[in-house]
């Protein structure tokens, strides 16, 4: 009997798994290096609220605006988490507790400075009429919110013409609907109707587990959201190229 050494064989074989960077290293490749914008950005990664106004506190104390400390370090942080959640590296529960960081640390610096920042917009959100399940709308609400618009709440089971009454009202950049059930989704082209019967051509953004894409896409307003991140990027999207329904289907929807 031959005797061979087995570690020799097969190695060319032996395909090298390259160790997976965990979410906590792949966000640190991305925070700011600036030592005071750092540990708020980190903060708001891991959702900490406490580290957050801490990390304000001393960027305010050395100087820096504190309205300003929204762009430049609250967003930047929120920031690394979307780029992260679009990546498929965290999920949407990190999400929700770095957004609640963020709005936190928006309250802060609004008391520190005695003023509000400059909202980006208005946005109505609501869930369906007869659908009483809002995770979803409290998700795009809060990533909304987060990302400096000013969101006007309807709530769950919103009967269509309260709907309507909040657009006449509120004249917002944009309107959001979730639905999670399939016999609740047809209120959304009820409510596209009477828009466009009242003549508000304002992009309608929809998402939710009943919805999907080739429904939305058939009544003239609706926009697309397959996730609840995508209501921000639809309203930044809004105020730099305005609201043209055949442009944002282009962008948001899936060809």
Excluded: W
């Excluded at 917009?121 to 998700?139: L, M, P, S």
């Amino acid at each position: 009997m031959i005797d061979i050494d087995p570690s020799g064989i097969l190695v060319r074989y032996n395909v090298k798994m390259e160790k997976e960077m965990t979410p906590e290293e792949a966000a640190e490749e991305l925070y700011p290096k600036d030592s005071i914008i750092y540990p708020i950005a980190k903060a708001i990664f891991e959702g900490e609220e406490d580290d957050v106004v801490e990390g304000l506190e001393k960027a305010i104390s050395s100087g820096k605006d504190p309205i300003s400390l929204i762009d430049d370090a609250l967003m930047v942080g929120m920031g690394v988490v979307t780029k992260l959640y679009d990546e498929g590296i965290i999920f949407l529960p990190n999400v929700m507790m770095s957004a609640d960081a963020m709005l936190e640390g928006i309250e802060y610096v609004k008391q520190k400075a005695g003023r509000a920042p400059v909202v980006k917009g208005k946005v109505v959100c609501h869930v369906a009429e007869g659908d009483v399940h809002d995770i979803g709308k409290n998700i795009v609400a809060a990533l909304l919110r987060a990302n400096g618009y000013d969101v006007v709440d309807l709530g769950r089971d919103v009967p269509v013409d309260e709907v309507i009454a909040a657009v006449e009202k509120e004249n917002p950049l944009m309107l959001t609907g979730t639905a999670l059930m399939t016999t609740t989704m047809y209120a959304f082209k009820e409510v596209n109707d009477k828009l466009l019967e009242k003549g508000y051509k304002i992009p309608f953004a929809c998402g939710g587990g009943a919805v999907n894409q080739d429904f939305v896409s058939q009544y003239e307003l609706g926009v697309y959201g397959e996730e609840a991140a995508d209501a921000p990027k639809i309203a930044d999207f809004i105020r730099e190229h305005g609201g043209n329904i055949v442009k944002l289907r282009e962008k948001f929807h899936k060809h």
